[in-house]
């Protein structure tokens, strides 16, 4: 038998090919999706819940890259800034299709089961049940606004060269090439800061020196 002129349809051709969209034009629409692919736009729908569904597609698709097994580290502390750093990489990699995906809904079950994990390390670890999502949230957006800033011009002020904020430019000069890593750093350890004193833990250091 001869080959199909129209290629086969599943959902993982479809999610890459959203994914493709998105991070060359930050959107996309089913029709986009179903010309990319040489078939119909009904044809599509047949395999996807809309567009709601699709957009829940990439974000299972960008979370497969997220290392889950770093919730299994310890301390809770350590096991949680490790998720933050795989989390980053795994949007980095995307940066377009986070606006789709905070503006909807997490509803796939991989996902979801992801988040499950997330509160059973802060919950085994002795946060109190009220604490626990808004110190996961925090880390969110911490992680989703530094995978924007990695996606970033590595410059971000341009200073004439007889510029009135020489203070500025002595920061900026001084910061270097890693500007968004060195800020993301200092972030996370401020976020996990806090949520040690949530817990009453002790810094790192501190418990190198605990009797």
């Known amino acids: 038998m001869g080959r199909p002129r129209t290629p086969l349809l599943d959902r993982a051709r479809i999610t890459t090919t959203a994914l493709e969209l998105v991070d060359e034009q930050g959107e996309f629409s089913v029709p986009q999706i179903a010309r990319r692919l040489g078939t ?12 709601d569904g699709i957009v829940e597609l990439m974000r299972e698709r960008i979370c497969e890259a997220i290392d889950s097994r770093t919730l299994d580290l310890e301390p809770w502390d ?15 990699a995307h940066p377009r299709v ?23 390390l802060l919950l085994g670890a002795g946060f109190a049940v009220a604490d626990v999502m808004p110190v996961l ?21 341009e200073l004439p060269e007889d510029s ?40 790192p250091d501190d418990r190198d020196h605990a009797p």
């Open 164 to 203: 009135p904020t020489p203070q500025l430019a002595r920061a900026l000069t001084a910061v270097g090439a890693g500007r968004a890593d060195a800020a993301f750093d200092v972030a996370l350890e401020g976020l996990i800061g806090h949520a040690r004193t949530l817990l009453g833990t002790p810094a």
């Open 78 to 92: 350590a096991a949680l800034a490790a998720w933050a750093r795989s989390y980053r990489a795994a949007f980095a």
């Open 98 to 120: 986070i606006p789709l995906l905070t503006t909807s809904p997490v509803r796939a079950p991989k996902v979801l089961e992801q988040y499950e994990r997330a509160v059973g």
């Open 40 to 51: 119909q736009t009904g044809s599509v729908y047949h395999h996807v819940d809309g567009r």
């Open 137 to 157: 949230t925090g880390l969110e957006n911490l992680v989703l606004g530094s995978a924007l800033d990695l996606a970033a011009p590595e410059t971000m002020w």
